[in-house]
Nanobody, 129 residues
Framework: QVHLVESGGGLVQPGGSLRLSCAASKFTPDYYAIGWFRQAPGKEREGVSCISLSDGNTYYADSVKGRFTISRVKNTVYLQMNSLKPEDTAVYYC????????????????????????WGQGTQVTVSS
């Protein structure tokens, strides 16, 4: 059974850093991707970053490029978040699934929530002074 558990959220001041963890069960296929999403109150869920478990390719939303880094160690995926801003405040979710790809293996829609089949419970990140 595939399941995910997030951890690492909390309260941080603007400009600070946090590292989120997403532990995937051993039943997660190695051809899946793991993505991070976030949802702020009153807003739609937004794709933040994604990593392919097969080749390690990574994808980022423009809003976090240069500030967030996604990485993987075995079945745990990390989201290192630096230079945090108040607008980064949200519940962060990780998700996994078998994403659609082109002939080269590049994901068509790595940050689209509909591409993912399994979701974690979420962890709150609050950026405030």
């Amino acid at each position: 059974q595939v399941h995910l558990v997030e951890s690492g959220g909390g309260l941080v001041q603007p400009g600070g850093s946090l590292r989120l963890s997403c532990a995937a069960s051993k039943f997660t296929p190695d051809y899946y991707a793991i993505g991070w999403f976030r949802q702020a109150p009153g807003k739609e869920r937004e794709g933040v970053s994604c990593i392919s478990l097969s080749d390690g390719n990574t994808y980022y939303a423009d809003s976090v490029k240069g500030r967030f880094t996604i990485s993987r160690v075995k079945n745990t995926v990390y989201l290192q978040m630096n230079s945090l801003k108040p607008e980064d405040t949200a519940v962060y979710y990780c998700a996994t699934g078998d994403l659609s790809t082109d002939y080269s293996g590049t994901y068509y829609y790595p940050l689209r929530s509909g591409e993912y089949d399994y979701w974690g419970q979420g962890t709150q990140v609050t950026v405030s002074s």
